[in-house]
């Protein structure tokens, strides 16, 4: 009996350790088939993250990974198969076996092509999916919102970079435009405001007042004259902005224009002294109308911020096959700080003492806009209330 009880102990021990050395060893095997998809996974993420493989590259080994895998498996299914049912075949009906045989496999073969094959190619390819869908939503009051670009180095991400770089420049430019169009309103709502303030004065007091008569009419005419010069400058840059300025290059003699200019200034400004040392005769390709138009306003601006009595110099020379054209002045100068902006849209430096003089802030704008598009360049040297010096430097 105790014998009996003996035999049982041990066998259902021998069975407890089998159970226990297949389960453990399904564990182990379990843990090593997800230990080995993990270094895989790593590897994979390692090589992505350091090389580049193109689309083409992944779609091609991913088929060439797929049918080696689908032909081994069909190829040992054929001769598991062949072996299986040979017994049951005489030898003249071999071949009609190995037909069947290879016929059913290759149709298996073809399915499982189809379906693994058509969900690899929309694994590789869903990021077109995605990025298809965030074009989709990107419209024009969502312009900040951008392509992931944090997966894999291919052409997807080349294309996905190159997109987010060109919302970056249309962005830019709609905020450009929209600080033009808010910055032009504010500046066309001051003369509007001054002409409506006299328009209601005349009407009032006009009438019998001749002094209130005459001080309207003349406040009205240079206001108009203001917003004339206002909305000259205005369509001007909004002619650059849509690519519609035209430039009508010439050849003509530089110096005839600098003559012209210094003719005109001398005859609407008597309060400062010009001054002309160089005027070299040479011959330039531009645009007469627009290079003139490029020098008055530096010219203009020296005389709104030089005080009465001081002196305004127009040079023009060649130096290193370049044509020089340097406006020089004894005015109030311009700070260091202000002259990192003057350049810019509608900005005055210390805004209340230029704008009793009339200006719109958009001249300098103007002129760097002419001189960029004769491929020139524009240097300032300054210094507060001892003068400024305005050097344009164009090909020639
Ligand atoms: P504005 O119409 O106000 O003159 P600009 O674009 O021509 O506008 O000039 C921008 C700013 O640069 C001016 O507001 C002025 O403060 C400064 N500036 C330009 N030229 C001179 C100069 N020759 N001397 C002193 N300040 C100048």
């Not at 073809?110 to 929309?122: D, E, M, Y």
């Not at 690519?243 to 400004?269: A, P, S, Y």
């Not at 001189?371 to 010096?389: A, L, Q, Y």
């Amino acid at each position: 009996m105790k014998s009996k009880s003996g035999i049982f102990k041990a066998v259902s021990k021998i069975f407890h350790i089998l159970f226990l050395v297949i389960f453990y060893s399904f564990k182990m095997v379990g843990f090593l088939i997800k230990a080995f998809i993990h270094l895989l996974g790593l590897i994979k993420k390692g090589l992505e993250h350091n090389f580049r493989f193109s689309l083409t590259f992944r779609i091609t080994i991913a088929y060439v990974f797929l049918f080696f895998t689908v032909f081994l498996l069909m190829s040992v299914g054929i001769i598991i198969s062949f072996n299986y049912f040979i017994q049951d075949y005489p030898p003249e009906d071999y071949i009609f076996l190995l037909g069947t045989i290879l016929l059913v496999f290759n149709l298996i073969g073809i399915i499982a092509i189809i379906l693994i094959g058509s969900g690899v190619s929309r694994r590789l390819l869903a990021p077109i999916k995605s990025m298809t869908k965030t074009v989709q939503e990107i419209s024009f009051n969502q312009l900040n919102r951008r392509l992931d670009v944090s997966g894999s180095k291919n052409e997807l991400k080349d294309l996905a970079q190159t997109f987010n770089g060109m919302l970056d420049r249309i962005q830019e430019s709609v905020e450009q435009q929209n600080r033009f169009i808010s910055d032009a309103s504010h500046e066309l709502r001051t003369p509007i405001s001054v002409i409506q303030g006299y328009a209601n004065l005349l009407a009032r007091w006009g009438k019998d007042d001749e002094k209130v008569l005459e001080e309207s009419i003349s406040a009205l005419q240079s206001e108009a004259v203001n917003m004339n010069h206002l909305i000259e400058e205005l369509l001007f840059l909004a002619r650059e902005d849509s690519g519609t300025l035209k430039i009508n290059k010439e050849d003509f003699r530089l110096c005839e224009v600098i003559n012209e200019i210094l003719q005109e200034t001398n005859m609407i400004d008597s309060t400062h002294q010009f001054i002309n040392e160089k005027n070299e005769e040479f011959t330039i390709n531009a645009d007469r109308k627009l290079l003139k138009e490029a020098v008055r306003i530096f010219m203009d601006n020296s005389i709104k911020y030089t005080p009465a009595g001081g002196s305004i110099t127009l040079n023009c020379y060649r130096k290193n096959k370049k044509a020089i054209i340097s406006v020089e002045d004894t005015g109030v100068g311009i700070s260091k700080e202000d002259l990192l902006n003057i350049f810019t849209r509608f900005y005055r430096a210390e805004k209340s003492r230029t704008k009793e003089k009339g200006g719109t802030g958009l001249g300098l704008a103007i002129a760097k806009l002419i001189i960029d598009n004769h491929n020139g360049k524009i240097n300032v040297w300054s210094e507060v209330n001892k003068g400024t010096i305005f050097r344009i430097e164009l090909p020639s």
